[in-house]
C-alpha cells in the first residue's frame, strides 16, 4: 500500500505541465475570494486567494488530472481554509454550516490505510458532502461578481504569464 502511494504522488509530482484551472473553477475560487475581501477578514487576502488556488492545484494533480475542477477540487480548497478558520479563530468567512469530516476510522489498528470505512462507500460520502458543498457555496456566491480574474492572477504572479495554471 505504501509503495503505491509513494508511486501516485510521483507520477502527481511530475506531471508537466502543471493542472490548469477551468474558467468555472476560477470563477468559483474568485467569487469567493471576493466574498472574503468584502467580509472585512483582518487576514491578508491575496493570501488566501495565493492558498485556494495551490490547493485546487494539488487536489488535481493527487487526481492526475490536466485541469482544476470546481468539484471536487475548488470545493475542497474552501472547504479546506473554511476549517482552517473556524479551528483557528472559532469562525468563518461565509458562516456556512460546514459538513463534518469523516472520522478517520479508515486508518486499521496499526495506523495504516486499509481499516473498514476504506471499505463500502467512504469515497462516495466524501463526493457527496463536496457536491453538498458546492451546492451551498453556488447559493451563497450568486451575489459575488468576479473581478478581472487574469488582471489579478498577473499581477499575484509578479506581472508575468504562467501564474496558477494560465
Known sequence: MR???????????????????????????????????????????????????????AS?????????????????AILLVERTLEARFGDTYMRLALPPFLEATWLGDDGEPGG???????????DAALRRMKGTLGRCLRGFTPIDSQGLMRSEDGG???GYGS
Open 3 to 57: 509503495r503505491a502511494l509513494r508511486a501516485h504522488v510521483a507520477a502527481a509530482a511530475l506531471m508537466s505541465p502543471p493542472p490548469q484551472l477551468t474558467d468555472a473553477a476560477l470563477d468559483l475560487l474568485m467569487r469567493y475570494y471576493v466574498s472574503v475581501r468584502q467580509s472585512g477578514a483582518q487576514v491578508t487576502q491575496t493570501e488566501v486567494l495565493r492558498i485556494l488556488v495551490r490547493v485546487a492545484l
Open 116 to 126: 473498514e470505512a476504506m471499505v463500502g462507500d467512504s469515497s462516495d460520502s466524501v
Open 60 to 76: 488535481a494533480r493527487l487526481h492526475l488530472r490536466r485541469q482544476v475542477l470546481e468539484e471536487p477540487d475548488c470545493v475542497l
Open 160 to 162: 508575468g504569464s504562467g
